[in-house]
């Protein structure tokens, strides 16, 4: 699906740079050029970005304090 029409960008390329370690916006920006022309996609852009960030915490192993 496309989250930034005017960029062109989706939703997988969204995904795959947080998967790459995009963890805010700048980061999106400047790889994606996404929200940059309109701004119409931001919201949507950073909600994908939250879930992608929670999804990859939660993915991380347990760990105890000591």
């Not at 989706?10 to 795959?16: H, M």
């Amino acid at each position: 699906m496309y989250v930034c029409v005017c960029n062109k960008v989706t939703d997988r390329q969204i995904r795959a740079a947080c998967d790459e370690g995009a963890y805010s916006m700048e980061c999106l920006q400047s790889r994606l050029k996404v929200a940059t022309c309109c701004g119409r996609c931001a919201e949507c852009a950073q909600r994908m970005l939250n879930d992608a960030t929670v999804a990859r915490f939660n993915e991380q192993p347990y760990r105890a304090a000591a």
